[in-house]
């Protein structure tokens, strides 16, 4: 599970890093330079801007405290994450492949006039397809139309003589796979779906109908059926296609395992390595009991400086709720702030006992929960360039019941947003002076809080009853935005709390949760709606959570004034008039979120969700947009990556690894398809 939306502090200023972006020299797109890393104080962290997006970097501070063990660890796990690039590619859509190839041959061999405005439009729309991973928006879902013409594209591939034929061709320009993920059951879940987890009609009911013959071995640790493997129907019958060695996506995995063994080679310790043989053995053999297994090792591999995501995990992209994206994020201890953080880890029983969630609901023993700060060293897969700034993991309930789980926050990704983001935003949306200052002063510190109190105490609290089947199962195609908003009331119901300071985690919890709640509050039913086309409806799982919880509490604390919609020199704002009563109205939301997972009440969370989470005000919405069209930052933001470049001696053995930037955006994701492109275009 993954806190995928940016800070809270930057969502005071829309959930964008807004402002104060440094313009870069023109530079020749076609270079493969890397520059050394510089230190924080003169590292530029915005890299560029088009369309709706910014290209941020970041550093790997303390890099050079490793040991040269460590480093080649990090390298390792980073260039088997890098190996598997192209499957979230295929996964989103099964034509991703041949266009990105398609158009990358345009884009590095066209040799016609570049000044035109229909060049400017191709080589935009390429920059889009890199980020989203494909044809398809990476937040809205909405198949990303090109601004040139069907004649112009025509005239690129004839002068570069490049082949782009067929349904690749035709479906950048017509209505089909018009949705990367729908969640609207009227338009058919799969039918409505472009990502390409199942083969041709094949219908939602035949999905369920499928899964619902699997049994697990043991009733009580229910395996993660269709986590890593496509559904197809060969001659008439239904079977999985799975991802593994010697199976779909065989290629590339087989590059994955490779450097996997030879991060298992220089592992810090036994259970590290441990388990990353289990993760191999995964790869080899597609066992989705050999996943099981590989989980609870890594859950308690906590030993080390060094730590890893890497397999088929998220479930977002299907709409059925089984598939995992593929993903990778290489991780380094940040030792400071994991260590002001174990405090959460320490007192977790105390946030379980002291949840508003009926009591029954509550697990008598939250065990094995481990929380860290720590420095990425590398993502790929659904995890670049658009990047979580936490992750809770494992997914799995039983394993996370009887072993735990792993929290980790991203430092250095939240630190590069915060020094690419400014506060106009803020002043532009926020009620007045007071709610700006107490945003400014504790907007950072609540953000970080929140995030660690819904990847360490949400994620991990609460519990199934007996005998009810996982989320995925129980409540479908809303088991995502649920799990999420859930995540986050915990969060919200306690960053008010006066055990906060108690714990000595801020100086001043009030003035902390009125922060949170006025960031929160601003965002669900405002500033979010900068991301959707007007009159569109929500459809990413938390923006869906965000505005179902707020609008939620709004109604609910409407006839108190809780919250009022008031008006500012003719703008649009909303106040909180009393907190602890907004407060009070988290833990009942709270309570009854956590009842409908723990009861896996479908009707009750379709009702919220799409009573309070899908449509938007259009009035609203509408002059949000009027407000926002004065500010140029770009709404979306992600990542290039760092490069680690190896040093070797006479004898092929590293000597050093080095920490360097690319040049750009366009070098980085060129460079990424001609390394490691390891599929054909069609699985």
Known sequence: MKFKFIPMLLAASLFVVSCGAHKK????QTSTEQTEEKTSEDFDFTAEEFADLKILRYQIPGWENLSLKEQKLVYYLTQAGL??????????YKHNLTIRKAFENIYTNFEGDKTTEDWKFFEEYLKRVWFSNGIHHHYSMDKMMPEFSK???????KETNTQLTGEAFEVLFNDKAMKKVNLNEEKGLIKGSAVNFYGDNITAEEVDAFYAEKKSPNPQQSLSFGLNSK?????????????KSGGMYGEA??????????????????????AL????????????QTWDDYNVAWVEATEGNIDYINSFIEVYNDPKGYRGSYETIVQIKDFDMSEKMKVLEENVQWFEDNSPIMDEHKKESVVGVTYKTVIVAGEAGDASPSTPIGVNLPNANWIRTQHGSKSVSLGNIIHAYENAGGSDKLKEFAHDEEEIQLSEKYGAQADKLHTALHEVVGHASGKINPGIGETKETLKNYASTMEEGRADLVGLYFLMDPKLEELGLTDDHEKLGKAAYNDYIRNGLMTQLTRIELGKDIEEAHMRNRQWVSAWVFEKGKEAGVITKEKVDGKTSFKINDYQKLRELFGELLKEAQRIKSEGDFKAAQNLVENYGVKVNQEVHAEVLERNEKFKSAPYSGFINPVLVTETDENGEIKTIKVTQPESF??????YSKEYGFLPEVN
Request: charged share 30%; hydrophobic share 40%.
């Open 25 to 28: 020299e023109e530079k020749d």
């Open 83 to 92: 190996s598997g690039r192209d499957i979230i590619w295929d996964q989103n």
């Open 151 to 157: 004649e112009y594209l025509n005239t690129l591939l």
């Open 231 to 243: 559904l197809v129907k060969e001659n008439g019958k239904l079977v999985e296609k799975v991802w």
């Open 253 to 274: 995995i087989d590059e994955i395992i490779k450097w996997l063994e030879k991060a298992q080679g220089v592992a810090e310790n036994q259970k590290q390595a441990d």
């Open 277 to 288: 043989g289990l993760l191999i053995k995964y790869y080899q053999t597609g066992d989705l």
């Open 666 to 671: 366009e070098q980085q994701m060129l460079m």
